[in-house]
């Protein structure tokens, strides 16, 4: 089976998106399907080799992303399946959306798309002179009208699903979560990291990763750090990840006095860095109420490390069942205390990070990637 993925975004642009390409693309090989990706080019030094490259200009209010142009995306598109395809994958509601359809009713090939992120939450942070009511019903009209004209749509989670049934999608919906590489997560050196970031070993150490977004809510855990660390002193906040949002964090911290309690770290390689920082910490640490699934949730209790969220949207399919998690409260002030409260708590956090280690090991990627197989060869046949 040779099944085509367009996306707007693919590395070296960082975000979840980019990691359940490429964890669905490694494990689908052995479910006997050849993925060919179509994604943009990018300025920044990067491996060519990974998909065909479409020419791409900035978008403007946004410096990370990039857009296709269309001419080429349609050429590039055109190329790729002229030797054959069974089905389109659309990964991304930009241009990638439309080449995707336009390409699959000209080979007259099943085409879905998975829809990873909840733009309506988010969108007003990129086009702030905009009303935000005004945004987020454009956001629904949009997804509403892209998703009815295709043959599937996947979701990560259970609240994506009824996101999109609440907006009229009435196209078939299939909640199929991003699975992860257990054993990349579960042998990472702490005390390397520590070493390598002058943190002593009996700090007490809460984590945040991912990108360092205004819609992930980064903000309201450096409220709640000036909290934790009246009932912690000695507690220390590490923000592995880059973004938008970086240099406001960082005056933010200033201003409220936590230079000695925040590290930013910036981006970790995946497979060389970032497991070593998930086992150097003691909590895991998030704050977001727009995820559609919280993939660095189930990193963290693969690694071994207890986490402390806010169950909201997509993170609710994994905070919920209380195995390895536990719900945050949803005020900076009880946030901050709960936090320093659980991270003295030491036998509770062995307790939660076994119990964490054997829910992680049930969304193991190469299921996930069995199950969007099945669901592919469902469409063709």
Request: glycine share 8%.
């Amino acid at each position: 089976m040779k099944v085509v993925m367009v996306s707007d975004v693919y590395f070296p642009r960082i975000n979840g998106v980019s990691t359940s390409i490429e964890t669905f693309r490694t494990d689908l090989a052995a479910e006997g399907v050849v993925v060919e990706l179509v994604a943009p080019d990018y300025p920044q030094p990067h491996d060519s080799t990974t998909a065909w490259r479409v020419p791409s200009r900035r978008v403007p209010f946004d410096p990370e992303d990039r857009l296709m142009m269309r001419r080429q995306l349609d050429q590039m598109l055109g190329k790729v399946t002229e030797s054959g395809v069974d089905l389109i994958h659309i990964q991304t509601p930009f241009a990638a959306h439309y080449a995707g359809v336009r390409s699959a009713r000209q080979r007259g090939v099943p085409v879905l798309t998975t829809y990873h992120t909840h733009f309506e939450e988010y969108i007003h942070h990129y086009l702030p002179l905009l009303p935000r009511r005004m945004l987020a019903g454009i956001a629904r009209h949009v997804a509403r009208s892209q998703c009815n004209g295709l043959d599937a749509v996947v979701v990560p989670s259970g609240a994506m699903r009824d996101t999109l049934t609440r907006y009229g999608v009435t196209a078939p919906l299939h909640v199929l979560p991003t699975g992860i590489p257990i054993a990349q997560f579960a042998s990472g050196n702490g005390s390397r990291f520590r070493s390598r970031h002058d943190i002593p070993p009996d700090r007490p150490l809460a984590l945040y990763v991912g990108r360092v977004a205004h819609e992930k809510n980064i903000g309201f855990l450096l409220d709640a750090m000036t909290h934790a660390i009246r009932q912690l002193p000695k507690l220390m906040l590490v923000i592995a990840g880059e973004g938008p949002a970086l240099a406001g964090l960082r005056q933010q911290a200033a201003a409220r006095k936590l230079a000695d309690h925040v590290c930013f770290v910036g981006y970790l390689d995946r497979k060389t860095e970032l497991p070593d920082c998930y086992a150097a910490a003691d909590v895991f640490a998030f704050a977001s109420c727009t995820e559609t699934q919280g993939l660095v949730l189930l990193e963290a209790m693969a690694a071994g490390l207890p986490v402390f969220a806010l169950a909201r949207m997509g993170t609710r399919d994994i905070v919920e069942p209380q195995r390895g998690a536990v719900a945050a409260p949803g005020a900076p002030a009880s946030f901050g205390i709960d936090l320093a409260g659980l991270l003295r708590d030491k036998e509770r956090l062995a307790t939660l990070a076994a119990a964490g280690r054997e829910f992680a090991a049930e969304w193991s990627s190469p299921e996930r990637a069995r199950q969007l197989a099945t669901l592919y060869r469902s469409l063709i046949n």
